[in-house]
């Protein structure tokens, strides 16, 4: 592990290349740790990852950069890729807070993904899954339903109403033994709303923030 003098930012390294953990509310580590992964397209400057970093300050929150997007590449690479280049930074952080603390897994479209194929690996307390992409845009028949309903673990899902990855009405039936589902009134695939709707990054930080401190009571 080397930590970046001066800042909140520190490099994990994995065997596809140092990943990067930019963290909030590091205070609260002690209380949990709540790790959120970015998209394919897109890295931890996401509106709906930069919300909940902000906003809940339950336990600490560490922003996670995949080696790829650390090393300045366009492209995702493969799934079992982007798995190798997240679970060291789960063990890194596990390691460091000690086993008592909950560590909670999660990240948005293609970081939902991958909590959810790792998490009960990770042995997370918990799964958050921000715009999960079901299925290809205008692909319903290429469900990734598998990959969230295999979790294993309590799981929240956040969605917004128009997501051409997946709406909400498009989920099929979630155990509700573990897994819960917030479909918000509005936002496409990035949380993003319409001039005549209200914001619903709100409404997510509000949900994300309540479902964790229940999972730490």
């Known amino acids: 592990m080397r930590a970046t003098p001066g800042s909140a930012t520190e490099l994990v390294p994995t065997d596809v290349g140092d990943a990067r953990i930019t963290w909030h509310h ?60 997240w679970l060291p930074v789960v063990a890194h952080v596990r390691e460091t807070v000690g086993p008592d603390v909950p560590v909670f897994v999660g990240g948005r479209s293609a970081g939902a993904r991958v909590a959810c194929r790792t998490g009960a690996q990770t042995g997370a307390a918990g799964v958050l899954a921000l715009a999960f992409p079901l299925h290809p845009p205008g692909k319903p028949d290429r469900s990734r339903a598998e990959e969230l309903l295999g979790t294993g673990l309590p799981t929240l899902v956040v969605q917004g109403a128009r ?48 479902w964790v401190s229940s999972r730490i009571r």
Do not use: C, M, Y
């Not at 931890?44 to 929150?61: F, P, R, T, Y």
């Not at 001039?195 to 409404?203: G, H, M, N, T």
């Open 26 to 85: 590091r205070d609260r580590a002690p209380h949990g740790v709540l790790l959120l992964g970015h998209g394919a397209g897109g890295g931890i400057e996401a509106s709906d990852l930069q919300a909940i970093a902000a906003g809940v300050d339950s336990v600490a929150v560490g922003l996670v950069e995949q080696p790829w997007r650390v090393a300045g590449k366009r492209l995702a690479p493969a799934p079992k890729t982007l798995d190798a280049g």
């Open 163 to 210: 997501d051409p990855f997946g709406s909400p009405e498009e989920f099929p039936p979630l155990p509700k033994q573990t897994h819960r589902l917030v479909a918000l009134p509005a936002g496409n695939h990035a949380f993003a709303v319409r001039k005549s709707e209200a914001d619903v990054l709100p409404d997510l930080v509000r949900s994300v923030g309540e």
